[in-house]
């Protein structure tokens, strides 16, 4: 059976002068080998490497780092070794008769380490390989340095800000191993070489837990041209789905939440909202799963429209619907250039549960009526870390809407341990997207070695 690999590639800095050049501090980082998983007793395919560099990121030669396995009962074939013309060391990792997570440390005298980590299943159980091939399947993983250290995170939307707040901006939340209370709306700037980072001087997250109303989730965000502002929606749940929404005029600072909506627990699902579409100035498309949530066999696409985006219109159901599919996360987009709505969607198999193994594109011209794909555009198993779950993804369009960046979030499971979450992002040509979405309707056969339990409660 599958057990957890914590996907952790944490790197702490230590000012110790002890081990300081002339450029400060230095630091120690895993460049490969990380999150591998191998039977119990075995070597891992891949040996880990990590790299030793300065405070301007130059690689020191020379430097002492010793291996100390934290967690597990592995081994290391040698407990110390001296960094090479490139700043690194690599080492051989024997997985432990244990099972489940393993954690291996790479320590310097000043006490920076960096963690890699695997997992281990049993002899010749370990989970086949469902890597697809395709346009989408170059996804690349994000690092994110999220308040709570884990890196993983769910739900991730996307929005192009003008004026004071240029640029793209991110909305996730973390979810390490599923944990409710780290599920906080945070906000993220993209930076160079597609890197992103929290804004210097924002403190994550925007949105603390409610004593009353419960647990957050699903943000969404978006610019408002009328005030010059970025928008973020999120879901406050317990008894209730509660809708708020911040704003800020820098990314920095933002004021406190205002509640726009309230419905029973269910009846308001992963909010997507789209500013300055022709037919509104505000909508907002929805899914109600009823009384069931999580496990729901049928849910509704419902839509709302607003003047203002803080009085919001009484819930319509839309016509989307996929067969044989309950829709349970979903984005919304309006595309100019196309005169159309596009929306990706996340599925399960009706009754199963919201451990969602594809995702779909519909298009629209009015927001109520959508022409539906065949095939799905992303599947569990498009990368590694999603070989169990495909879940929420946010998308944006060139402005000729030739091209199509998407960022997807999905998991993967591990017996014991639950679910490890991470965000991706992989771009396309539209036409490759749209002959994904029109290929013939797959057959979809549940794989057979994992039954999931649902993702969220």
Not at 346 to 358: D, L, W
Request: charged share 15%.
């Amino acid at each position: 059976m599958r057990r957890l690999a914590l996907l952790l590639a944490l790197v702490a800095c230590s000012a110790d002068p002890s081990t300081t050049n002339a450029l400060g501090p230095l630091s120690i980082a895993v460049t490969s080998g990380d999150a591998q998983i191998a039977d119990v007793g075995d070597p891992l395919t891949h040996p880990v490497h990590f790299q030793v560099v300065n405070a301007n990121k130059e690689p020191m030669s020379g430097i002492t780092v010793k291996f100390v396995v934290t967690i597990g009962d592995g081994s290391v074939p040698s407990f110390q070794q001296i960094t090479d013309n490139n700043g690194t060391v690599a080492t051989e990792w024997i997985m432990g008769n244990l099972g489940g997570v393993q954690l291996l440390e790479a320590q310097l005298e000043s006490g920076a380490i960096a963690i890699a980590s695997a997992a281990t299943c049993r002899p010749g159980e370990c989970y086949p390989e469902s890597r697809l091939e395709g346009p989408l399947s170059d996804a690349t993983l994000l690092t994110l340095l999220t308040y709570e250290a884990s890196g993983q995170t769910i739900h991730p939307d996307v929005v192009h800000g003008h004026g004071a707040v240029d640029g793209f901006w991110l909305a996730v939340t973390p979810f390490p191993g599923g944990d409710l209370t780290k599920e906080n709306p945070s906000i993220f700037r993209a930076g160079p070489a597609h890197s992103w980072a929290p804004p210097a001087g924002v403190v994550n997250p925007l949105a603390l837990p409610s004593p009353v109303n419960g647990n957050n989730s699903d943000p969404d965000i978006v610019f408002n041209p009328t005030d010059q502002r970025l928008w973020m929606f999120y879901r406050t749940y317990g008894k209730q789905n509660v809708i708020s929404v911040i704003r800020s005029a820098d990314g920095l600072h933002w004021d406190n939440a205002a509640t726009v909506i309230t419905v029973p627990a269910h009846q308001l699902v992963s909010p997507a909202i789209v500013r300055g579409a022709p037919h509104a100035a505000w909508s907002m498309w929805s899914i109600n799963a009823g009384a069931q949530g999580c496990d729901a066999g049928t849910t509704t696409v419902e839509r709302r429209t607003s003047s203002d985006g803080l009085k919001w219109n009484v819930a319509s159901v839309t016509d989307l619907a996929q067969p044989g599919q309950v829709i349970w996360h979903i984005d919304v987009q309006w595309i100019p250039a196309r005169l159309e709505y596009w929306a990706v969607y996340n599925t399960y198999p009706t009754g199963s549960n919201c451990a969602t193994h594809s995702l779909y594109l519909a298009r629209s011209t009015d927001g109520a009526h959508w022409t539906v794909s065949p095939s799905p555009i992303a599947r569990s198993g498009l990368i590694e870390e999603f070989a169990d779950v495909i879940y929420r993804a946010s998308f944006l369009t060139d402005s000729k809407a030739n091209h199509v960046t998407l960022w997807l979030s999905g998991a993967r499971y591990y017996e014991g341990a639950g679910y490890a979450w991470r965000t991706a992002s992989v771009a396309t040509s539209t036409a490759e997207l749209f002959a994904i979405a029109g290929a013939p309707t797959p057959a979809f056969a549940a794989n057979p070695y994992r039954v999931l339990p649902s993702p969220e409660p």
